[in-house]
């Protein structure tokens, strides 16, 4: 079965600094990638997918992340966060074997004035 | 569209009672889900439906929890009887068939079981 890791429980970085939140995953047959980010009080929305194609892909405001197929990695990044960015983000995977998604267990930005 | 709508937004209730917790899908999705948030445990995947029918109940914790889909439109998660370790924020979502579409999710019900 697939699982998914985020080693930061949380993340705290200061304003306009970049930051990479971490996720790695385990799955044995192709997979599809998402992060969710989770603002307080709130559902959760998608920031951005991979499903196939360019490794690098592009999110919504301004986040992007990089499929590694070597380091089971789909790590989220940003160049500059604003501290609006503070949320919960969520890394997620499916796979057609099992037929499901699973979340990692987040990871909470603190964006530091 | 209004998006995924759950109620209640807050319940809270004594050890024993009764709970049901509604979901109401996007007009048009497939697949819908259900999702328990814990600061212990993150978020868990109870169950989830396709078509209304169920595919996977293997997240249910136990006998206790049972969701129903009678329609498209709706959907129920009822705790019966209800422990102080139920409590937690569920969350409804759904989807267009297919495990590359992306989760549409409701704002969610936070439980507190006294």
């Known amino acids: 079965a697939q699982s998914v890791t985020q080693l930061d429980s949380q993340v705290p970085v200061f304003e306009e600094a970049p930051v990479e939140l971490r996720c790695n995953y385990s799955?044995?047959?192709?997979?599809?990638l998402f992060w969710y980010v989770q603002y307080p009080n709130q559902g959760l929305q998608l920031l951005l997918k991979?499903?196939?194609?360019?490794?690098l892909v592009k999110g919504i405001n301004g986040f992007e992340a990089e499929f590694n197929k070597s380091q089971t990695s789909f790590h989220l990044r940003k160049p500059s966060v604003h501290i609006s960015d503070t949320a919960e983000y969520f890394c997620a995977v499916s796979d057609d074997r099992d037929d499901k998604i699973i979340f990692g267990k987040g990871t909470r930005l603190h964006i530091l004035p | 569209d209004a998006g995924v709508i759950q109620s209640p937004r807050h319940e809270v209730t004594e050890m024993g009672q009764e709970v049901t917790l509604r979901c109401k899908p996007i007009s048009g999705h497939n697949s819908l889900f259900w999702y328990r948030q814990t600061m212990m445990r993150g978020l868990e995947l109870l169950i989830y439906?396709?078509?209304?029918?169920?595919?996977?109940d293997s997240g249910m914790p136990e006998d206790r929890f049972s969701a129903k889909m009678p329609n498209a439109s709706f959907s129920t998660l009822k705790i019966q009887p209800s422990e102080p370790r139920d409590s937690a924020v569920y969350f409804c979502a759904s989807s267009r068939t297919g495990l590359e579409e992306k989760l549409f999710f409701g704002s969610g019900t936070q439980l507190s079981v006294l």
């Open positions: 439906f396709n078509n209304n029918v169920p595919i996977d």
């Open positions: 799955s044995s047959v192709s997979v599809y």
């Open positions: 991979y499903l196939s194609g360019s490794t």
